[in-house]
Every structure is written in C-alpha cells, then in structure tokens.
C-alpha cells in the first residue's frame, strides 16, 4: 500500500511564502506523474502545477512565476514552492501521484494524499 502525506501547509499574510511538501511511502517501485490540486469549499479541485518524470513542468498560469513545482526521486518527495501568495491562493492544497508497485504491474495506480491547509491573509 502507497500513502503521500502532504506537509508545509499554514497561515501566512499576503506576498509571504510556503513549501509544501509530500512525502510518498510503502511499496513504490516508480513514480510517474506528481501533481499539485487545490480546492476551497463550494469548488471544484483545480490544478495546480505537475511534474513528470522526466523533470517536465506544468504551471496554472495564475501561479505561473510563483509557484515552482520540484520533485527528489531517491526520497520519493514532491515539492510546491510557492511565493508571492495571494489571499486567491487560500485552499487545502492535496498532492496527486501515480505510481508502479511492482515492474510487473502494467499500469500506473492513482494515489492522494488528505491535503493540507494554507491561509493567506490580507
């Protein structure tokens, strides 16, 4: 079994900065994509930015020069950094991986963590 834990997350006032991080654990054999969601209430999740594994970056273009997306494939660990936040940017941020158990398996599962919390004040 997979889980990401998402970590980072906190209130901070408006042009301030956040890391976040996700932490991926239990039997991984190859990650795939890693993305970055974020949802605030009454809303759909919306995407933020993702990675591929060959390093390939995607950006929301509202976040597009201050959030940078990263990923550390020995420690199995995604980064969104995010600077010059906005009280827009308020939502539970999750993190979206997929990942091979096994070089058996032929596809990629879906996993999520339960999100973490960030508050930009005005």
């Known amino acids: 079994q997979v889980q990401l834990v998402e970590s980072g997350g906190g209130s901070v006032q408006a042009g301030g900065s956040l890391r976040l991080s996700c932490v991926a654990s239990?039997?991984?054999?190859?990650?795939?994509?890693m993305a970055w969601y974020r949802q605030t209430p009454g809303k759909q999740r919306e995407l933020v930015a993702t990675?591929?594994?060959?390093?390939?970056?995607i950006h929301l273009p509202s976040v597009k020069g201050r959030f940078t997306v990263s990923r550390n494939e020995t420690d199995y660990i995604g980064y969104l950094q995010m600077n010059s936040l906005r009280p827009e940017d308020t939502a539970v941020y999750y993190c979206?991986?997929?990942?091979?158990?096994?070089?058996?398996?032929?596809?990629?599962?879906?996993?999520w963590g339960r999100g973490t919390q960030v508050t930009v004040s005005s």
């Open positions: 239990g039997k991984i054999y190859s990650f795939n994509v």
């Open positions: 990675i591929a594994s060959r390093g390939n970056t």
């Open positions: 979206n991986a997929a990942i091979k158990s096994s070089p058996t398996d032929s596809t990629y599962d879906d996993y």
